[in-house]
C-alpha cells in the first residue's frame, strides 16, 4: 500500500475552472500542481504523457498552476502565457511546449510558441501585459497552498496527495490501487 492513506486532500475537487484532459467518468483522477520551470516538473510531464499511455480512458489528469516565482523567475508568466492560450484554445498545446522547452521561457520565447501554434499573438502578449489570468494562476496557487501543497511537482490521486516517489512505477502502482478500489479490476 502507498503512503497516500493518510496524506493532505485536495481542497477544491476537480471542476469546469480545470484544464483537464480524460472524461470524468474515468475511475481515476490525477491532478498535478505544477510549475514550467521547475526541472523535476519537466521530468514529470514525461511521466505523466506514459501514465497517460498506459491508463488510456481510465485515467483523467488536470494541471493547476502553483509557479514558484521565488526561484523560478519565468514561472509566473509562463503559467499566464498559458491560461492565455487556454482563452484561445491551446491550453495543453502550450502546456506541452513550455515543459518541452523549460530553458527558454521568456518574453520572445513565449511569442514563438504562441506564433507556432497558430494563435493571436499580440492579443497573447497583451493579455500578459495586462495580468489578465494573474487571478486565475493565483487562485490555483492558493488552492494548492490549502491542499498542503510545499513544492512542485505535486500529485493528487482521487483527491489524495500522493507522497511516494513520482516515478512511472510507483505511479502507476498507486493509480491501479485506486482504479481497483473503484471498479474491483485492476
Same mark, same amino acid.
Given at each position: 500500500?502507498?503512503?497516500?492513506?493518510?496524506?493532505?486532500?485536495?481542497?477544491?475537487?476537480?471542476?469546469?475552472? !480545470?484544464?483537464?484532459?480524460?472524461?470524468? #467518468?474515468?475511475?481515476? #483522477?490525477?491532478?498535478?500542481? =505544477?510549475? +514550467?520551470?521547475?526541472?523535476?516538473? %519537466?521530468?514529470?510531464?514525461?511521466?505523466?504523457?506514459?501514465?497517460?499511455?498506459?491508463?488510456?480512458?481510465?485515467?483523467?489528469?488536470? +494541471?493547476?498552476? /502553483?509557479?514558484?516565482?521565488?526561484?523560478?523567475?519565468?514561472?509566473?508568466?509562463?503559467?499566464?502565457?498559458?491560461?492565455?492560450?487556454?482563452?484561445?484554445?491551446? /491550453?495543453?498545446? +502550450?502546456?506541452?511546449? $513550455?515543459?518541452?522547452?523549460?530553458?527558454?521561457? !521568456?518574453?520572445?520565447?513565449?511569442?514563438?510558441?504562441?506564433?507556432?501554434?497558430?494563435? !493571436?499573438?499580440?492579443? $497573447? $502578449?497583451?493579455?500578459?501585459?495586462?495580468?489578465?489570468? #494573474?487571478?486565475?494562476?493565483?487562485?490555483? /496557487?492558493?488552492?494548492?497552498?490549502?491542499? =498542503?501543497?510545499? =513544492?512542485?511537482? &505535486?500529485? /493528487?490521486?482521487?483527491?489524495?496527495?500522493?507522497?511516494?516517489?513520482?516515478?512511472?512505477?510507483? $505511479?502507476?502502482?498507486?493509480?491501479?490501487?485506486?482504479?481497483?478500489?473503484? &471498479? %474491483?479490476?485492476?
Amino acid at each position: 500500500m502507498t503512503r497516500q492513506s493518510h496524506a493532505s486532500r485536495l481542497a477544491t475537487p476537480v471542476g469546469e475552472r !480545470d484544464h483537464v484532459q480524460g472524461s470524468v #467518468t474515468a475511475p481515476a #483522477t490525477l491532478v498535478e500542481y =505544477g510549475d +514550467f520551470e521547475c526541472p523535476h516538473c %519537466g521530468r514529470a510531464h514525461a511521466v505523466v504523457k506514459a501514465l497517460q499511455e498506459r491508463f488510456g480512458p481510465r485515467l483523467r489528469f488536470a +494541471f493547476r498552476h /502553483f509557479p514558484l516565482a521565488s526561484v523560478h523567475p519565468h514561472a509566473q508568466a509562463a503559467a499566464e502565457a498559458a491560461e492565455a492560450a487556454g482563452a484561445q484554445g491551446s /491550453f495543453w498545446e +502550450f502546456h506541452d511546449i $513550455l515543459f518541452e522547452n523549460q530553458e527558454a521561457l !521568456d518574453a520572445d520565447d513565449l511569442a514563438r510558441y504562441s506564433d507556432a501554434l497558430g494563435l !493571436d499573438t499580440p492579443r $497573447l $502578449l497583451g493579455e500578459l501585459d495586462e495580468h489578465v489570468y #494573474t487571478p486565475r494562476v493565483h487562485e490555483d /496557487f492558493l488552492d494548492g497552498a490549502r491542499s =498542503g501543497v510545499n =513544492g512542485t511537482p &505535486t500529485f /493528487f490521486i482521487n483527491g489524495v496527495r500522493h507522497d511516494d516517489a513520482n516515478d512511472v512505477d510507483t $505511479l502507476v502502482d498507486a493509480i491501479e490501487e485506486v482504479i481497483e478500489a473503484a &471498479t %474491483g479490476v485492476r
